[in-house]
């Protein structure tokens, strides 16, 4: 399998993010895409480095003033006297506010959606490097090259919504992919999130669309982020209506119960009859992950992959969440080992 990855994402280190009222360590760390690294250098994989990064790429799925806010960020934040060592808003519009601000202080509160999601002064090269795998990997498959190819991104991106970044995200990464894959000639895509939070971002770029099939297994939001979406009446928007499809699950879900809900998910997408199937891979389910909501375990990946590999379906693995646990490293090789295997390797 074609793995593409890129080291400029270690130029998004932060240092912490807002939990519960708490300043905390930021889960989502250079660490680990080293993990993800190691896990795969043993193995037949192909390693590939993407080249520069394509802004018209990214364009075509993200807002021209949200990209700007995100080139220029940095520079505006650190000329402000006193500033912090990240850019995190402190406020941000709601329902009772309509203005449109010119401070980096205001911007920061319209296009960041949470305090999940801290700038830092390599941010940018990081985040367009991390997208470039997934258009990559899009490439790849779209070209007929591959059969299916792994993106290994991060920062993930499947809470950035087109003109919005939000839960460790800033660019819509499995988004960017399905869109190559849709400009590359495909007449369906169907997206797949297994991660362990919902897909809001994806939900929303796609929410209007007929021609992306949104599917999301996810914590249920009621009690879980990103709490203000992902429920299962939330079914897609005029021409998008019926081609988006939530599964909440409850607290505590193992691998049987996730196994139950993945199989009506997998069979909505065959009625969709996508030409290409994105999957927005999450480890984040594990039993072990530092965000642990559900329980699946290494076998319950593994038996993810096979039943998404027997799809037969020109697939787009891109990563998104999963933390740093013991056993993150063996939940991507062995996810990636079993739907090779499935596939016959190639």
């Known amino acids: 399998m074609k793995i593409f990855y890129h080291p400029d994402h270690e130029r998004h280190a932060p240092e912490g993010f807002i939990m519960r009222g708490t300043r905390v360590a930021c889960p989502e760390t250079p660490e680990r895409a080293e993990i993800f690294l190691e896990a795969v250098s043993d193995t037949a994989h192909e390693?590939?480095?993407p080249g520069a990064p394509e802004l018209a790429r990214i364009s075509a799925v993200h807002d021209a003033?949200?990209?700007?806010?995100?080139e220029s960020a940095w520079a505006r934040w650190i000329e402000?006297?006193?500033?912090?060592?990240e850019i995190m808003p402190n406020i941000h519009p709601n329902r009772n506010m309509a203005g449109r601000p010119d401070s980096i202080v205001g911007l920061s509160g319209v296009y960041q959606a949470d305090c999940a999601c801290p700038i830092g002064p390599g941010t940018w090269q990081a985040i367009q490097q991390s997208a470039q795998c997934a258009v990559?990997?899009?490439?790849?498959?779209?070209?007929?090259?591959?059969?299916?190819a792994y993106a290994m991104c991060r920062p993930p991106g499947h809470h950035a919504f087109a003109d919005m970044a939000g839960g460790f995200c800033f660019l819509n990464n499995s988004a960017i992919a399905a869109q190559v894959l849709r400009d590359s000639g495909a007449s369906r895509i169907a997206i797949l999130d297994v991660d362990v939070?919902?897909?809001?971002?994806?939900?929303g770029i796609f929410y209007d669309r007929s021609d992306v099939?949104?599917?999301?297994?996810?914590?249920?939001p009621a009690v879980y982020y990103p709490f203000y979406a992902g429920y299962a009446d939330e079914t897609g928007d005029r021409s998008g209506t019926g081609y988006n499809l939530n599964i909440p699950l409850p607290k505590g879900t193992g691998d049987g119960a996730?196994?139950?809900?993945?199989?009506?998910?997998?069979d909505a997408i065959r009625n969709?009859?996508?030409?290409?199937?994105?999957?927005?891979?999450?480890?984040?389910?594990s039993e072990d992950d530092p965000l642990a909501f559900l329980q699946l375990t290494t076998e319950g990946f593994a038996r993810v992959a096979e039943m998404t590999a027997a799809m037969n379906l020109p697939t787009v693995l891109v990563q998104e969440g999963g933390y740093v646990s013991d056993v993150l490293g063996t939940n991507l090789a062995t996810f990636l080992q079993r739907f090779e295997t499935a596939r016959g390797n190639h």
């Open 197 to 203: 939070h919902h897909g809001n971002g994806t939900q």
């Open 136 to 148: 990559e990997a899009a490439r790849a498959v779209s070209s007929g090259q591959e059969s299916y």
């Open 65 to 70: 003033g949200y990209l700007e806010f995100l």
């Open 258 to 266: 996730y196994v139950d809900a993945l199989d009506p998910a997998l």
């Open 47 to 49: 390693l590939v480095e």
């Open 80 to 85: 402000l006297p006193g500033h912090g060592p």
């Open 213 to 220: 099939f949104t599917v999301s297994l996810h914590g249920d």
């Open 272 to 285: 969709f009859a996508p030409d290409c199937l994105v999957i927005a891979l999450g480890l984040d389910a």
